[in-house]
């Protein structure tokens, strides 16, 4: 249901904003402008006399007000099945999807390691477990990394302060600092000081591989963190998969509970390499724009630069290519599979999702569904079927809802996130692809005949800092008419 393409009217019958203001006004005046031609729903956006975006330029803090307005924007057009906006995100000012920011997104925001694989962190994130604290995750070649530390592992003090489940905003405190000392347990019951101080590393998103049995079947485990630059993490995704076609695996659990997404390009190549040949040349996915920039009806476009992969301007009929020289229709933004990979022998997938499951993460999930069994375990995910291309404004970067993606089967309307097929908690007291651990049990005992699962329950997990990784789903692949 293409519920985003309706509005007739013409876009030069609307008002316009006054031509002279303040720097923030017109940077107001922009931000309104923009999305009322590519915001995906700006057909709910209301008339500039009405909406008044120059309401927006007062107060403190600028980025603020800038936030402000996005917010009031994304929050028109409403979901008919819900009855609440499709950006509804339960976080007063906060849209679910779109987002502004000073910082690009492969800088990286603070407390996460960015999109270039790039940190400057300590390295790790913690949860609570019942009563305890336990390392959540940890970063590949970070200062956390190179300590001996893993996920799983116990602390029991920080900065020689005990911790608990009720030290949440001590411990975000904590780990904001340059240095911490943490006792930790690496060894169940024998406690050791570990100072951590925050550095620039190289990561990987690859941060577990591993091959698991069920019952007689070999069965290959990859924990995936983020959907990094292509270029960059491809070499980690073929090493993993050289490991799963060596092995002959018959099944893949792949872990997703804590990738947000990130370039589509990366979600696109994993799929290919899980996909058997077979598929070659079928539909993956379909990305939709509104109509206005299915039709080229989009003359603000021509205030953004294009850029190609390497990051160089391209000359295009005599003239700089613009955003608004690219092509959005529906024809040349249908992906199809290519048969990128060597791995023929998966029968069937389970991915490990929650919550924090969004964007690029659901894409591979709702691509595979068509073709091949996909069974979910863990918790219901993020989400998010929208993505987003950058638009600088003044020194900003926009980033609001452009396009909606559907599958081969036309699905696509999972707004409200995806449920799991067998429900099972976040077990921070053991490693990624440890056969112990609660998800991971669950998935093998499906794929080994067990559908219902045979795990131990585990307590509630709480989540303790630093920051989130990146939430969202980026298209750098957009092609000129």
Known sequence: MLWFACKKDKQTDQPTPPAEGTREQLTTDSL???AKQIYLWYDAIPAVDVFKPRQYATGGNVLSNYQRELYAISQFKTNPITGEAYEYSGVPGHPKYSFITEESLDGGRKGTIDLNDKGEDLGL???????????RIVYPASPAANAGLTRGMKVTTINGTPVSSSSGTFIEAALDKSSVTMTVEKTPGVPEVVNLTKSKYTSSAVLKTTILNAGAQKVGYIAYGRFSNYEITKAAIDQAFSKFVTAGVTSLIVDLRYNGGGYTQTAEYLVNQIAPSSLD????YIEYFNDLMQKGQ????KQQQYYNSAGQPVMWNGHWATYADLDYTIAQNTFKFTSDGALNTVKQVVFIVSGNTASASELVINSLKPYMPVKLVGATTYGKPVGFFGIKIDK???????????????DGDYFHGMDVDIPAADDVRNDFGVEGETCVMSALNFIEGHPAGKVKPTEPVVHMGPASSFNGMIETRLKLR
């Not at 989009?298 to 476009?301: C, F, S, T």
């Not at 900003?396 to 036309?410: D, I, K, L, P, R």
């Open 32 to 34: 309104y402008l923009y």
């Open 125 to 135: 994130g913690l949860s609570a477990s019942g009563s305890e604290v336990r390392i």
């Open 281 to 284: 040349g079928k539909v993956m």
């Open 298 to 301: 989009v003359p603000i476009l």
């Open 396 to 410: 900003y970067t926009v980033y609001m809802s452009n396009f909606y993606m559907q599958n081969a089967n036309g």
